[in-house]
C-alpha cells in the first residue's frame, strides 16, 4: 500500500498538506486500520511516533477518555456502519499521559479515491478544540447555574422586554404578585390590543428605569405591598436595551417591623420626655405649694409681713409663669406645620424651656449640662424653631454621638459684646465618622454660599434669618463647639409679660364693660371659676356655663356682649358656638383659647373677629384680651 501511494505521487501531496491545515492529518486503510500517513501536529499531539507500518487508530483508545471510548470506537474506528456518508465527524476527550487536564479533539474523516488503487482509503483532519470546548461548557454550566439560582431565588425574579411584556418569571415573583406567567402574558396580550386594564395591573407594564426603589404594587387579589424593585437593563451592540432584568422582593413585613420599631422609639422618646417635663413642672410647683402654704399659715395667725406675704406671691407668681411659658413652647414644639414666628424673647428662658426636649433626645451615655447667665438676654427669633435646633444639634441626628463613650454637652448662654448675645456648646463623645463628616465644612464660618437646605447649612439658614452668626470650631481632635451668635435686644421683655396699659385709659373702661353682658363657657369648674375670680377684681360678674348646650339654651332669653369659650368640648367645639352665636349677634367680642392650637388659623379667626389665645391665659393677658375685645386698645 505503501509502494502504491509512492508511485502515484500522493505522498509529496501528503507533505505539502500541512502548510494548508494548522492541525493534524493522517491517512488510513479503512480495511487494516493502519495508518499509513500522519504529519508531525498528530504525531506531536497523539502520541503516535512509531513508524507508519506500526501505527494503526486503534493505538489511538489507549488515551481516549473512558465516557469517549464507545462513541471513538463506533464512528472512527469502525466506520462501516458509516460508510454511506462521506464525511463522519465527532469530539472526543483525550486524557494524555502527564498531562492532569482532560483535552478535546475533533476529528473529521472523510473519504479519498486514490487513482490507480483498488480500495478507497481514508483522510482524517484532527483539531485541538479544548479551548472552545471549555468555553463552551463553561457558559453552559454558568447557564444552568443561572437558571438554578433564577427559578429557586428566595426574591422575585423576571425577565421583560423592552416594552414590559414578560417573557420569564421565577416562582417566588409569582408568589409575590399573585399574578402567574400566564396571567401576566393575557394582560401583556390585553394591553397591546388596547383593551381596558386597571391601573393596578398597569403597574407591572410601566416602563421602569434602571435602579433601585422601594415602592407599592397591588397583588392580583387586590391586597397593595411593599416591595423592593431593582431593574438592569441587558444591552445590544448599540447600546440599546434588549431586555430587563427585574429582582423583586416583599418587604411588606419589614416595613410594618420598622414601624413598629418606630412606634416603640417614638414612645419611649415620649416617656422620657414626660418624665422630665414631669420633673421640671414639679420644680416649677414647688414654690408655688410651699409659699401659698406659708402665705396662708402667716395670715391665719394673724402675724403677717406685707412685704414677706408680697414676696411669697411673687414667688408663687414667678413658677407659675415658668411652667407656663413651658407647656406653650410644647404645645407649638409638636405643632405639625412649620410656621416660622419670629418674637423678642430672653433667650436663657427658650433653652430652659427645651431641657425637657433635649434630655429624652439624648442617648443615655450623654449627659447635658447648661449654664445660663444671670442677667436677662433679649434677642428677636422664633422660640419653637430655635429649640428643634437645639434638639437636633444634641440628639445625634447631625451630631452622631459614640455609645461606647461617655458623651458630654455644655450648652451655655453669654453676652458676646454689647451688640451680640452667644449660645455656645461643646460636645465630647462624638463618634469619628461623624467628627471626620465635620471636616467638609467651614470651621470658620458658612459665608455667603448657597447651600443645600439640609443640616448644618439650613441651621446656618435660620440663624442668619434671624440676624445672627453661625460657627464651628474643633479646638481639640476630639472636641467640637458650635457658636450661634444673635443680635441683643436692649430694653425687651418677653411677649405677654408686659404689663397692660389700661392703667392709661379711662377709669370708667371697666365700669362700661362691667355693664356688658359677658360669658364664659368652659368645661373645666377650677379654670371657670379662676377665671370669674380675676374679672371679679374688675366688678364683672360673668355668666358661667359648663357646655356650649348650655350657652345655646341660654341665647333665647339673653344675647351675649362678650364670649371666652374653651375650644375643645365634648358636646360642640368653641369655634362653632362662637359662630352660632355671631349668626344672632354679628358684633359679638369673642375670644377662643385653647392648649393646643393645631387645626385653627389663627389669621383667618381674627378676620371674623376672633380672637385666639393660648391656655393658660395670664391675668395680664385676660385683661388685655378683654380691652382689645372691645376696641379700649
Not at 482509503?121 to 479551548?131: A, E, P, W
Not at 403597574?203 to 431593582?230: H, M, P, Q, W
Not at 409659699?291 to 391665719?300: A, D, M, N, T, Y
Not at 411652667?323 to 423678642?344: L, W
Request: proline share 3%; hydrophobic share 35%; net charge negative.
Amino acid at each position: 500500500m505503501q509502494t502504491n501511494l509512492e508511485a502515484s505521487g500522493m505522498i509529496e501531496f501528503f507533505k505539502v498538506l500541512p502548510n494548508l491545515f494548522s492541525g493534524g492529518v493522517y491517512l488510513t486503510d479503512p480495511k487494516t486500520g493502519q495508518i499509513l500517513f500522519s504529519n508531525d501536529f498528530f504525531k506531536n499531539n497523539l502520541g503516535c511516533h512509531k513508524t507508519n507500518e506500526e501505527c494503526f487508530e486503534s493505538d489511538l483508545l489507549l488515551w481516549v477518555a473512558e465516557e469517549d471510548k464507545s462513541n471513538f470506537r463506533d464512528q472512527i474506528l469502525f466506520p462501516s456502519k458509516h460508510f454511506e456518508r462521506d464525511t463522519v465527524q465527532g469530539d472526543y476527550r483525550f486524557r494524555m499521559p502527564n498531562e492532569i487536564l482532560v483535552r478535546w479533539f475533533q476529528f473529521e474523516k472523510r473519504k479519498v479515491n486514490i487513482p490507480n488503487m483498488d480500495s478507497q482509503l481514508q483522510i482524517v483532519f484532527v483539531r485541538d478544540v479544548t479551548n472552545e470546548k471549555t468555553n463552551e461548557i463553561n457558559i453552559v454550566e454558568q447557564i444552568q447555574f443561572f437558571l438554578g439560582l433564577f427559578e429557586n431565588a428566595s426574591v422575585g425574579m423576571a425577565l421583560q422586554d423592552w416594552e414590559g411584556g414578560y417573557f420569564r418569571t421565577n416562582p417566588r415573583f409569582t408568589e409575590i404578585t399573585g399574578y402567574s406567567f400566564q396571567n401576566l402574558t393575557d394582560l401583556n396580550i390585553k394591553r397591546i390590543k388596547g383593551e381596558p386594564i386597571s391601573e393596578e395591573e398597569m403597574e407591572y407594564f410601566g416602563f421602569f428605569k434602571e435602579g433601585a426603589e422601594e415602592s407599592r404594587l397591588t397583588r392580583k387579589d387586590g391586597r397593595r405591598i411593599n416591595v423592593y424593585r431593582r431593574i438592569s437593563a441587558f444591552r445590544n451592540s448599540q447600546g440599546k436595551p434588549d431586555f430587563y432584568y427585574v429582582f423583586l422582593d416583599d418587604v411588606t413585613e419589614k416595613k410594618q417591623i420598622e414601624s413598629y420599631q418606630l412606634h416603640s422609639q417614638k414612645m419611649e422618646t415620649i416617656g422620657s420626655m414626660a418624665t422630665n417635663i414631669a420633673h421640671d413642672l414639679n420644680n416649677y410647683l414647688q414654690p408655688i405649694h410651699v409659699f401659698s402654704q406659708l402665705g396662708e399659715e402667716q395670715i391665719k395667725a394673724g402675724k403677717y409681713d406685707q412685704n414677706k406675704i408680697l414676696e411669697y406671691l411673687e414667688k408663687i407668681r414667678m413658677g407659675a409663669d415658668n411652667a407656663r411659658s413651658m407647656i406653650h413652647r410644647i404645645i407649638k414644639y409638636s405643632k405639625v406645620k412649620d410656621e416660622d414666628s419670629a418674637a423678642k424673647i430672653e433667650i436663657s428662658s427658650v433653652v430652659e424651656s427645651t431641657i425637657p426636649l433635649v434630655n429624652a433626645g439624648l442617648p443615655k451615655n450623654v449627659e447635658a449640662q447648661f449654664d445660663f447667665h444671670k442677667s436677662p438676654l433679649y434677642t428677636k427669633l422664633d422660640a419653637v424653631r430655635f429649640s428643634k435646633i437645639l434638639c437636633e444639634l444634641t440628639s445625634g441626628g447631625l451630631l452622631v454621638w459614640d455609645d461606647r463613650k461617655r458623651g458630654l454637652v455644655r450648652v451655655k448662654t453669654s453676652p458676646a459684646d454689647e451688640f451680640k448675645l452667644l449660645v455656645s456648646m461643646e460636645f465630647t463623645g462624638l463618634s469619628l465618622p461623624s467628627l471626620s463628616g465635620l471636616n467638609t465644612l467651614d470651621f470658620v464660618n458658612f459665608g455667603d454660599e448657597e447651600f443645600q437646605w439640609t443640616g448644618m447649612h439650613l441651621i446656618n439658614r435660620y440663624v442668619k434669618n434671624w440676624g445672627g452668626e453661625f460657627y464651628i470650631e474643633k479646638p481639640e481632635p476630639m472636641t467640637v463647639l458650635i457658636h450661634i451668635f444673635l443680635p441683643l435686644e436692649e430694653g425687651q421683655v418677653l411677649l405677654g409679660a408686659t404689663k397692660s396699659n389700661q392703667e392709661n385709659k379711662p377709669k370708667d373702661v371697666w365700669s362700661v364693660i362691667s355693664d356688658k353682658e359677658i360669658w364664659i363657657v368652659e368645661d373645666d369648674e377650677a379654670a371657670s371659676e379662676a377665671i370669674s375670680f380675676v374679672l371679679s377684681q374688675k366688678q364683672i360678674t360673668p355668666k358661667v356655663f359648663r357646655s356650649a348646650s348650655l350657652a345655646l339654651e341660654n341665647l333665647r332669653i339673653r344675647i351675649p356682649d362678650f364670649i371666652l369659650s374653651d375650644y375643645r368640648m365634648r358636646e360642640m367645639n368653641g369655634l362653632n358656638l362662637i359662630r352660632k352665636i355671631k349668626k344672632v349677634n354679628p358684633n359679638l367680642s369673642a375670644v377662643l383659647y385653647t392648649g393646643n392650637m393645631d387645626g385653627l388659623d389663627s389669621e383667618e379667626l381674627d378676620s371674623e373677629g376672633i380672637l385666639v389665645r393660648s391656655k393658660p391665659i395670664s391675668v395680664d393677658e385676660l385683661y388685655e384680651t378683654i380691652l382689645l375685645s372691645f376696641g379700649f386698645l
